[in-house]
C-alpha cells in the first residue's frame, strides 16, 4: 500500500512521458506474470494498472487481461461487467481489435449463462464490428 500511495503521489507530479516509461513498466510486470499463468499476482497488478493509468495506451489490454483471469476463476459477473464496459458504444478508448474480441467473449458468456437473446444480440453485433473493419 504504501509503494501505491507512493507512486500515485509520483504520478501526480512527473512529466507525463515519465508516466508513460512507468505505465508501460507495470504492465510489462504484470503480462509477466499473466503469461506465467499467476492469474492470482497478475490479477492484483493488472487491477492496480487499470486504477492508475487509465488513460495508457495499455489500458483495454489490461482489461481484457483481467476479464480473462476472472473468468478463469469463475468469477463471471465481474467479467460481464468488465467486458460490457470494453464494448458500450460510449467507451471511446477501446482498441478495434480488442472491443471485437470482447463483445466476442461476453456473446459465450451469455450464451453458455442461457442468455440466447442478449448472446445473438452481441454476436451481431460483433459481426458488424469485424466487416466494418477498414
Request: aromatic fraction near 16%; proline fraction near 2%; hydrophobic fraction near 45%.
Amino acid at each position: 500500500e504504501n509503494l501505491v500511495a507512493i507512486r500515485d503521489s509520483l504520478i501526480a507530479v512527473i512529466s507525463p512521458s515519465e508516466v508513460k516509461k512507468l505505465a508501460e513498466k507495470e504492465f510489462s510486470l504484470a503480462i509477466g506474470w499473466y503469461l506465467k499463468s499467476q492469474y492470482r499476482i497478475a490479477e492484483l497488478l493488472l487491477t492496480d494498472f487499470v486504477e492508475a493509468y487509465p488513460q495508457s495506451f495499455f489500458y483495454d489490454e489490461a482489461m481484457l487481461m483481467l476479464g480473462d483471469i476472472y473468468l478463469f476463476f469463475s468469477r463471471f459477473d465481474e467479467a460481464e461487467e468488465l467486458f460490457t464496459e470494453l464494448t458500450e458504444d460510449e467507451y471511446e478508448g477501446a482498441d478495434k481489435d480488442i472491443r471485437t474480441l470482447a463483445f466476442g467473449i461476453l456473446q459465450n458468456i451469455y450464451y453458455r449463462q442461457g442468455m440466447w437473446d442478449e448472446a445473438l444480440a452481441l454476436y451481431q453485433k460483433a459481426a458488424v464490428l469485424f466487416f466494418l473493419r477498414p
